[in-house]
């Protein structure tokens, strides 16, 4: 069952509460919040009060995404705000294991978050552990950019690892995916769908999401 995760970096922020609300009754399956430091990625977007803030307006699973340097001071008010599932990046951890083991020891799912010019061998020793990886299709920082035809490929090697080590992680793919786009990730063997401009762009988000789900069933 593929799980659609609207990014609300692309929600009109003026209204952010309706936008969240509009794409729950379209359908959404989680709510996919992209928190970034400004150090890691060269943009800076919310924390934990706007993830507070989402928490109040929907039920839905809250998807955080961490692209920020440091992530252990902060995932603590990052849990305590409502975050369901946390991604932090391989990049930006020094000590990746202990930081997975800092947000499962929270209740919340872990995910690992690998950029485009990341391997997947620094996967290797921890994939076991993980709840999901994301992984990164466009350069973290932005939404609206081109999908890297690359991840295809990579998404494939690590649905072998995953069937390899027995893993019960998830594959989340996030950046430039959408109506021409998702049918690939899902082939390749993605489950989880993050999606910004594909859809808050577009004016009717049920129809969308229908449309990217029945793409995604493959
Ligand atoms: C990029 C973010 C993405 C972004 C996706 O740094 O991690 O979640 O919002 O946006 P689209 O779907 O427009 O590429
Ligand atoms: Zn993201």
Redesign the pocket.
Known sequence: MAIIAP?I??ADFTILGKEISAVEKAGADWI?I?V?DGSF?PNISYGPIIVDACKKVTTLPLDV?L?IEHPDHLIPDFVKAGADLISVHAEACTHLHRTVQLIQESKVKAGVAVNPATPLTCLEWIIEELDFVLL?S?N??????KFIQSTLDKIEQLAALIEETGSRAIIQV?????PTTINGVAKAGATSF?????IFSTPDYAQTITMLRQQAEV
């Not at 973290?140 to 950019?145: A, D, N, Y």
């Not at 993050?194 to 594909?198: E, L, M, Y």
């Open positions: 990014s970096l692309s996919h992209d970034m990625v995404h692209m990164m466009v973290p920082g932005f939404g609206g950019q996030d950046g430039g995916v959408g993050v999606a910004g401009s594909a």
